[in-house]
DNA sequence: ATCGCTTTGTCCAGTCGTTGAACAAAGACG
DNA sequence: CGTCTTTGTTCAACGACTGGACAAAGCGAT
């Protein structure tokens, strides 16, 4: 329970074991399902023996049942097993952005309830409260077991202690949020950095599941989340992904990390308006994305060329990683084809074509719930251990060691 | 065995559980020897019984052994143990320069003996024919029983089938070096592309065992190696760390490639040097090198300016991955601090303070057996499991999944 | 020297969880 | 309707970790 990181390391016992292939089994459920015990056991590689014992302990916990019988292939026909996408409720927060938004999502990553809180430049404990209360509210309203609470913010977050190290936007440093939520609700909570959130929904919630992924998330900030091989990879600092303060430009704009020419002063939606602006163009993004969709040539200059900047950080990260998805999201994502065409491009032309050739580079289409998703699938990793690493496509790691 | 990757996401068994605490430890007593089964189960959190248990396993084999007690702490005094280094030898190979080198490496990464085999312009089968001939001269010498043979080359490869997809400088695709070698020797393969074997060597044997790694190899073309988590990270194309034909100059000059402007253009030995003709001064890369450290200005004016450049590259790589340990290596490292410290300025001045600031960026120790020590590592890793990457600093990735 | 205490390492019964064989149930096909 | 398949369960067996007990070995105090 609460723990972060199935230890890999630590020795090996019979529960683990049992374990183990117990969230094997939920996983091809959840995966592939219906589908039946016997099916289950040779994609598993386990004896029917075991999975129907398995099995039985995962319907008297209500997370799977039984849906029908499928058609016969020659013998018996196979009672059908599938999960109960509403066994359990999960919460999740989205603090990234000037409303905090908050939702109650089943297993399937789909959204029973949403309410949004406004926060306008309420900071430090004022903001924590609005935290307190959004939670709360939405407690309030759940009709399922709840299996814990899943918060995605922006900043730089221990996600194994729970803590959040430093949130510029709202004036938090080494807030202890976790434990904050964790004691006035008695649930399992996980904090996250909102970029790296999105990386995760994407990857459980957001289409043909790969084992490593990329997600650049570019609205006000830069971020990038790392999926590496299943697992979300946070780097020595919990910073991975942290690509928004990249100087690009030494002699660029001044940047409100307080040095020039840093990556978000040249993609990121705040840097877009203020060209638009240099060029005699005024209006909200919403404005422009509507003014580049009826053809605004203007627009459409400025936005390219913010794109074209995007694919040349982009190339560094196909480079870097070799990964095979990079997905786009964000607030500037919603400028769609042309800005997407343009990084693109330029990816493609700065990067090795060896490495582009397979890269499909895309936009999420999880749009404005990427964070809550993300934080709710955080906790149904971390708390119903499912693991779906396995199931995508090959996994290209090696292991290290002496 | 000869099972690349330890597979995560499969069924546990029993015997699964038993192999992966024999390892556990094994593992420990590699890195903590000498040390008693008690201090083994404690640090572990086995019972001294299996201790005991997997310990006579490990004698049987030969790879471990008491050396003798150690003080008593008011009671018995424990049977020390440690790991019989040379129990097992491996071969390692480097056919990433212009001379092809072997080595016989003892499990602690010391190597007893070495070849070297000029290639010059051959290539092809004619390569692969010294290559064989190679392993035959350091199988014909071995002393132990050899647990296998670690290969690393330029190009890429996939490790998991040890096929060599491209290597240009030896004008190999597609070739099956892992399957030709095992057929000629009956010993299990591994193959592995020498700027990820580099980083396995650092990370096994290079020092301090963090659980992330970075490695960038600057010689006469660039790359890096990515250790996560204690697993060598090689992306869905097994070319994670080929950053040395990202472009950084779109006007640049021309790369071997066949584009423009790419980092190795800019970086590497044949960069250097050819600034430095441009500025009249001509020599090798030796020459060159100890120009710098008799104070030539010229050479020092084009070195550092090459250094910045990797800087950039570097506060990339930290950007997006957050590791906190940074080792360069290959024939430029050979320039040393004035070198080294542009890196580190560059380095530092473009990627995000709060990520550079625990950033340790220095010079490997492995000098020119990284290569040959990084096919070793990969093949203790495979071939006798052994992982550390528990023992090192705490980890933090998070899992993910539905 | 001797007694008591502590620690180490081993032995043994117990338990947990997977396995494999056997079997009944259920359906397809000739 | 009988035979063959496939499914899912039952049962005995086995492999591997656990916990308690015990002998061996050492320290310290009397």
Redesign the interface.
């Known amino acids: 329970m609460s723990r ?11 529960q ?2 049992r374990a ?2 117990e969230r ?1 089994v939920l ?1 091809t459920i ?2 592939r399902g219906p589908i039946s015990r016997a099916e289950v056991a040779r994609t ?3 004896t029917r023996t075991t999975v129907s014992d398995l099995v039985a302990g995962l319907m008297r916990d209500g997370l799977t049942h039984e849906m029908g019988r499928g058609p016969s292939t020659g013998g018996k026909a196979p009672i059908l097993l599938e999960v109960t996408d509403d066994a359990r409720h999960l919460v999740g927060l989205d603090l990234g952005e000037k409303v905090f938004r908050g939702a109650i999502v089943d ?1 399937r ?1 789909e959204i029973v309830e949403a309410f949004s809180v406004p926060v306008e430049d309420r900071d430090g404990q004022e903001a924590l409260e609005r935290v307190f209360a959004l939670v709360e509210r939405l407690l309030a309203t759940a009709t399922r077991p709840i299996l814990g609470i899943g918060i995605g913010t922006a900043g ?1 977050i221990d ?2 202690l729970g803590t959040v190290l ?1 949130a510029v936007n709202l004036d938090w440093r080494d807030v202890p949020l976790g434990d904050l939520v964790r004691e006035r609700t008695s649930l399992p909570v996980y904090v ?1 950095n909102d970029s790296q959130a999105t990386a ?1 929904a994407e ?3 957001g289409g043909p599941r ?3 992924l990329l997600v650049v998330k570019v609205g006000q900030g830069v971020g ?1 989340g ?22 690009v430009r ?1 002699a660029g704009l001044a940047c409100r ?1 307080g040095r020039r020419g840093c990556l978000e002063t040249v993609v990121s939606s705040r840097a877009i308006l203020g060209r638009l602006a240099e060029a005699g163009w005024h209006g909200s993004l919403a404005d422009a994305q509507r003014a580049l969709a009826e053809g605004d040539p203007t627009v459409a200059e400025v936005v390219v060329a913010a794109g074209r900047e995007l694919g ?2 982009v ?3 196909i ?7 990079v997905v786009l999201v964000g607030s500037v994502a919603g400028f769609g084809e042309p800005w997407l065409a343009a990084v693109r491009e330029e990816a493609t ?4 074509p ?2 582009s050739r ?1 890269t499909v580079v895309e936009i999420g289409r999880l749009h404005d719930d990427g964070v809550v998703l993300g934080a709710s ?2 906790l ?3 708390e119903l ?7 995508a ?10």
Not at 319 to 325: C, F, K
Not at 393 to 402: K, L
Request: glycine share 14%.
């Open positions: 972060i990181v199935a230890d890999r390391s630590g020795k090996a016992t019979h683990e074991t183990h292939n094997l996983g959840y995966d598993t590689g386990l297993l990553g730089l996600t194994p430093e996250v995760l990857h459980v919630f790969t084992s490593n990038a790392i999926v590496i091989d299943g697992h979300l990879f946070q780097g020595d600092g919990f910073g991975a992904g942290e690509i928004g303060h990249t100087t030494p990390c040349v950080a190339a560094w990260l480079g870097a990683l070799n990964v095979h998805r032309r700065s990067a090795l060896l490495l397979d699938a955080l149904m990793t971390q251990g499912l693991s779906l690493a396995g199931l496509a090959g996994r290209h790691t090696v292991e290290a060691a002496p």
